[in-house]
């Protein structure tokens, strides 16, 4: 339900934002509520790290995801999370290679094209107002499960080595390629730019491309190293013949080994 405490107006294209002030008030005259409100103070969710397994014995695949606590919009690794998402990139059986589909990414050429079980890779990153998630997910027959779970370890302890200078540079220039494709039309930038400056004060769309350009291989490094050694993950398993999985204490283990 949309109100007053909820609603946020915004506007592209107008000369004169006085002008545009004062349409509003007009038109709101009745609800001084919307003027006179006080914003809800942002509040942040809890993280939950779990070994969790649910069964689809109707599913062909079994899907495992490693999952760790992201940033949100405000954070400062924003732009971090970005990039490694991009260097995982995302790679399936049926669309792979060619140009635009991250042929050279890590999905594809560590996993898809090296180890024959995985059918489907990707980087996982969602950022919201209040949190974020990252992580890494592959998917395959049930029956390569362990070589399913250690693949997937593997390539995220990988994350956190040194890189080439060209796939750092590529990671980079995809996500800034990615972003400002996204901002081509007048209304996605108006409503990024609503968002970023509820959400950090000002209008941080101009700063996107500073941001990613900034940020260094060694923070990069620095990020996943710290995920490692000092957050907590979730792992989960999703499909068919997803009894016996590891232990948290296993997952940590086997991570920071």
């Known amino acids: 339900m949309l109100t007053s405490q909820d609603m946020i107006i915004g506007y592209a294209g107008v ?53 760790f606590k992201g940033n949100k919009w405000s954070d400062k690794n924003m732009a971090t999370q970005h ?21 050279r990414s890590r999905t594809t050429l560590n996993l898809m094209q090296s180890i024959s079980s995985v059918e489907e890779a990707s980087g996982v990153s969602q950022l919201f107002s209040d949190a974020g998630i990252f992580g890494l997910r592959v998917q395959g027959p049930p029956t390569s499960k362990q ?35 996204n901002l081509e039309r007048q209304a996605d930038r108006l409503e990024e730019q609503i968002k970023t400056t509820f959400l950090m004060g000002q209008n941080a769309v101009p700063l996107y491309e500073s941001l990613l350009e900034s940020v ?8 996943i190293k710290n995920l490692i050694n000092n957050s907590e993950p979730t792992l989960m398993y999703y499909g068919k013949n997803v009894q016996d999985i590891p ?11």
């Open 83 to 103: 990039i490694l998402n991009q260097i995982l990139g995302s790679s399936s059986s049926w669309s792979t290679g060619g140009p635009g589909k991250g042929m």
């Open 15 to 67: 000369w004169s934002h006085e002008q545009f002030r004062e349409y509003i008030e007009r038109k709101l005259v009745n609800h001084q509520q919307f003027f006179q409100r006080q914003l809800r103070k942002q509040t942040t969710p809890e993280f939950l790290s779990q070994a969790y397994a649910l069964s689809d014995e109707k599913n062909d695949s079994i899907d495992i995801a490693l999952l």
């Open 147 to 181: 070589e399913l779970y250690s693949c997937l370890i593997d390539e995220f302890r990988q994350l956190g080595q040194p890189m080439s200078d060209e796939e750092f540079l590529r990671g980079k220039n995809i996500a800034i390629t990615l972003i400002n494709l």
């Open 216 to 223: 260094t291989k060694e923070e990069l490094q620095d990020y």
């Open 247 to 257: 232990t948290l204490q296993q997952i940590k283990r086997n991570l920071r080994r």
